[in-house]
């Protein structure tokens, strides 16, 4: 099992910005892919959709369509630390936003409590 701790998470205005953080302690970080997913409100956990993703040498970046040109995903292999900074955000960006290792394909099953993102005046 792999213990993943995301952070950042607000309420903002549309147009604004915030930027989210995942730790994950106790992994061989580099050897892996790391992704971020939504959780729309309301929508079961089946539903997580793919945001970003960022291979473990840090290239290989790819995002949703939604979200190209907004969201740009990092990550600091020297702390297991992956980030994903969100700027111009909108409504539609509003929800639960979750990290795991893996590029778009979910390796470990153990998901952390996430981030809520809220936009909204």
């Known amino acids: 099992e792999v213990q993943v701790v995301e952070s950042g998470g607000g309420l903002v205005q549309p147009g604004g910005s915030l930027r989210l953080s995942c730790k994950v302690p106790?992994?061989?970080?580099?050897?892996?892919?790391m992704s971020w997913y939504r959780q729309s409100p309301g929508a079961p956990e089946k539903e997580r959709e793919l945001?970003?993703?960022?291979?473990?040498?840090?290239?290989?970046?790819r995002y949703a369509d939604a979200v190209k040109g907004r969201f740009t995903i990092s990550r600091d292999n020297a702390i297991n630390m992956a980030y994903l900074q969100m700027d111009n955000l909108q409504p539609e960006d509003t929800g639960a936003y979750f990290c795991n290792p893996g590029y778009g394909v979910v390796i470990f099953n153990s998901w952390g409590q996430g981030t809520q993102v809220t936009v909204s005046l």
């Open positions: 945001v970003a993703a960022i291979l473990g040498n840090g290239g290989g970046e």
């Open positions: 106790g992994l061989t970080f580099s050897n892996y892919a």
